[in-house]
């Protein structure tokens, strides 16, 4: 197992029900260290760069509306495995499939509004890390 970052966005629905410390508590408890973060409200320009892997996808439109519509909270978690340790405390990206206990399981009401991003590969992780953090705003500790 090696030491790994990974982008955790916290998605405007999870925001919008007041659940950033529930959530960061889980990555906490999980051994994960939140190295980075910040609040923000993505513009449309920001969101579609970021999802831009599904430009085609009929649910693109859609998806950019909803990651635009409150603000959010992207972090940098850092920790043994942490990319694949993420995506097991999220779940499956639709919460009706995702396994009970997990984040989109007891946050996310459907697929479109499904309260956390995780970077799906080392690939994905350096570029979404990059996207959202200059390496001065990284904390390593
Ligand atoms: O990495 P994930 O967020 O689990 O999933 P992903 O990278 O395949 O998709 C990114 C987001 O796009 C996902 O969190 C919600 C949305 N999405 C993915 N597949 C569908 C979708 N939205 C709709 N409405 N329908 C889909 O099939």
Redesign the pocket.
């Known amino acids: 197992m090696a030491t790994e970052r990974t982008l955790s966005i916290i998605k405007p629905d999870a925001v919008a029900k007041n659940a950033i410390g529930d959530i960061i508590s889980r990555f906490e408890k999980a051994g994960l260290k939140v190295v980075a973060a910040k609040m923000l409200h993505l513009s449309e320009e920001k969101a579609g760069g970021f999802?831009a892997?599904?430009k085609e996808?009929?649910?693109f439109k859609?998806?950019v509306g909803f990651m635009t519509s409150g603000p959010v909270v992207v972090q940098v978690l850092e920790g043994e495995d942490a990319i694949a340790k993420n995506?097991e405390l999220?779940g499956?990206?639709?919460p009706k499939e995702a396994a009970p206990g997990t984040i989109r399981a007891d946050f996310a009401e459907?697929?479109?509004a499904?309260a956390v991003?995780?970077s799906?590969s080392p690939a994905s992780a350096e570029r979404e890390v990059a996207y959202f953090f200059s390496a001065d705003e990284i904390c390593p500790r």
């Open positions: 999802y892997e599904h996808r009929p649910f859609d998806l995506r999220m499956a990206t639709n459907t697929i479109d499904n991003h995780g799906d």
